[in-house]
């Protein structure tokens, strides 16, 4: 059983809808992060989230995006009005102490039409 | 900031062969820890191995083993017996520790070196 699942694998929008990804089940994790791999590209990072909080957010996480924890246990990004260069792999991770890294759910592919 | 380079976009080996994927990286700490992460096919992101910045001992798993040289701040990985299921991106990634939270902080990914492995 994946310590880290991600809903839906595969989605499909129209540019300007909103989307929300979701990590789940999780319990009792408290460091949560997200990443984007534009197909072809390297993975870059978006945001973590410790604590019901951000704890740090790079440059390509704008007011677009937004994350939260709502019932204490799924993790959701949310993207609020879908552009065509939001497409890409989306994965979501859960930190397991400095040297054992994360581990990586299976992802979501999102397309936007 | 940090920069993690992987020199090699693409490789190919023959089964049983040996292969070698680079990776160097910059940065001004002294305290950090690498990775390698294969992508099969079906995207996953997958640990192969880690590295500690403070342990001068190579790691080694089964067939994966890396050559970390810190002073030249290269991290390269060295496949053995390389097997048909070892196809796939190959990321290298540094970490730098988050003070006080003893836990992961964000990775910085290399762009991947795509690796074959052909009979």
């Known amino acids: 059983e994946p310590e880290v699942t991600q809903t839906p694998s595969h989605q499909v929008t129209q540019m300007g809808q909103e989307v929300i990804l979701r990590c789940v089940p999780i319990?009792?994790?408290?460091?949560f992060y997200w990443y984007r791999q534009i197909l072809g590209q390297k993975v870059e990072f978006l945001v973590s989230?410790?604590?019901?909080?951000?704890?740090?957010k790079s440059e390509i996480f704008d007011d677009q995006f937004s994350v939260e924890r709502p019932d204490g246990s799924n993790f959701t990004l949310k993207i609020r009005s879908t552009k065509l260069e939001d497409s890409a792999m989306y994965f979501c991770?859960?930190?397991?102490?400095?040297?054992?890294?994360?581990?990586f759910g299976s992802g979501t592919r999102l397309t936007v039409v | 900031a940090q920069t993690v380079t992987q020199s090699q976009p693409e490789m190919s080996v023959q089964e049983a062969e040996t292969v070698t994927l680079s990776c160097t990286y910059d940065?001004?700490?002294?305290?950090?820890?690498l990775f390698w992460y294969k992508q099969p096919p079906s995207r996953q992101m997958i640990l192969v191995i880690r590295?500690?910045?403070?342990?001068?001992q190579n790691a080694t798993e089964n067939r994966f083993s890396v050559n970390f040289q810190k002073a030249a701040k290269s991290f390269s990985l060295k496949i053995s017996d390389s097997q048909l299921g070892d196809t796939a991106m190959y990321f290298c990634?540094?970490?730098?520790?988050?003070?006080?939270?003893?836990?992961?902080?964000?990775?910085?990914f290399g762009t991947g070196t795509r690796l074959q492995v052909t009979l």
């Open positions: 989230f410790y604590n019901n909080e951000i704890s740090e």
């Open positions: 319990s009792n994790h408290l460091y």
């Open positions: 990634a540094f970490m730098k520790p988050t003070p006080n939270t003893g836990t992961a902080s964000k990775l910085t």
């Open positions: 590295q500690e910045a403070y342990k001068q």
């Open positions: 940065t001004s700490e002294n305290n950090y820890y």
């Open positions: 991770a859960r930190g397991r102490g400095y040297s054992l890294g994360y581990t």
